[in-house]
C-alpha cells in the first residue's frame, strides 16, 4: 500500500536559518508528490509539486523540493527561514495512476525561533 | 475565483444526532474530495467525486457516512448517529485535474 513518511515531527530552526523537511514515499509506480502548508486556523495550502521531468521543483514562498528516486524522498527546503512560516507542513503521494485520493504523511510543526 | 467554501466551520452536536456539511468546490473544478484530520494526523481521505460520479470511497466511510454530488456542483456530507469518535476536521478539496487539490478551511465537528 501507498504510503507517506515524515520522520520529523516537529522541528525548530532559527530565523534566517536554512530549512530541510525530511518526506521518504512508498509507491511502487511513478509517484505524484505534493508538499501542502497548514497555518493555525487556516486550510492546506499547495506550497508545491511534482509528475515527472526536472527533480528539483520550484515553489511559492520560496520553496523547494528535490525528487530522489533512489532514496525515495521528496525533501522540501528552504534557504533562509521566515518566522511566518512557522507551521505543520504536509508531505502527500496521490494513490494510483488513476489520479485520486491524496495520501498525506502526519506532518512536521515548525517552529521558527527569534 | 473565491475558493473552496465550506459550511458550517465549527458544528457542535450531542451523539447520536445526525449532522450535515457542505462543500462548494471551486466553479470550474470536476473533481471533489472530503478528508477527515484529527489532531497530530495528517489527512485522510474519505470519499472522491467526479463530477456527480462517487468514484471512490475509503473504508474509513462508515454506513453512518454519506456523502452526494448532485449536479456535480456543490457536495454534502451526512453523518449519521454521530459518534465521539467522528470528532474531527472535515475538509473538503477540489481539482480539474491530478495537478494538486485546492482546500477549504474545513468544518470541525465536536461531538459531546
Known amino acids: 500500500a501507498q504510503s507517506v513518511t515524515q520522520p520529523d515531527i516537529h522541528i525548530t530552526v532559527s530565523e534566517g536559518a536554512s530549512l530541510e523537511l525530511r518526506c521518504n514515499y512508498s509507491y511502487g509506480a511513478t509517484p505524484y508528490l505534493f508538499w501542502y502548508v497548514q497555518s493555525p486556523g487556516q486550510g492546506l495550502q499547495l506550497l508545491l509539486k511534482?509528475?515527472?521531468?526536472?527533480?528539483l521543483v520550484q515553489g511559492i514562498k520560496g520553496f523547494e523540493a528535490e525528487f530522489k528516486r533512489s532514496q525515495s524522498s521528496f525533501n522540501l527546503r528552504k534557504p533562509s527561514v521566515h518566522w511566518s512560516d512557522a507551521a505543520e507542513y504536509f508531505c502527500a503521494v496521490v494513490a494510483s495512476q488513476a489520479g485520486t485520493a491524496l495520501i498525506f504523511g502526519k506532518g512536521t510543526t515548525l517552529s521558527v525561533s527569534s | 475565483d473565491t475558493g473552496v467554501s465550506q459550511n458550517p466551520r465549527h458544528k457542535i452536536t450531542k451523539r447520536g444526532q445526525n449532522v450535515t456539511f457542505r462543500c462548494d468546490p471551486i466553479s470550474e473544478h470536476n473533481r471533489l474530495y472530503w478528508y477527515r484530520q484529527t489532531l497530530g494526523q495528517g489527512p485522510e481521505f474519505l470519499t472522491y467525486f467526479q463530477n456527480e460520479a462517487q468514484l471512490e470511497k475509503s473504508r474509513l466511510l462508515s454506513d453512518r457516512f454519506s456523502a452526494e454530488r448532485p449536479k456535480g456542483s456543490f457536495s454534502t456530507l451526512e453523518i449519521q448517529r454521530t459518534e465521539q469518535g467522528d470528532s474531527a476536521m472535515y475538509l473538503c478539496?477540489?481539482?480539474?485535474?491530478?495537478?494538486?487539490?485546492?482546500f477549504g478551511q474545513g468544518t470541525r465537528l465536536t461531538v459531546v
Open positions: 478539496a477540489s481539482s480539474s485535474n491530478i495537478g494538486g487539490a485546492f
Open positions: 511534482y509528475f515527472s521531468g526536472d527533480t
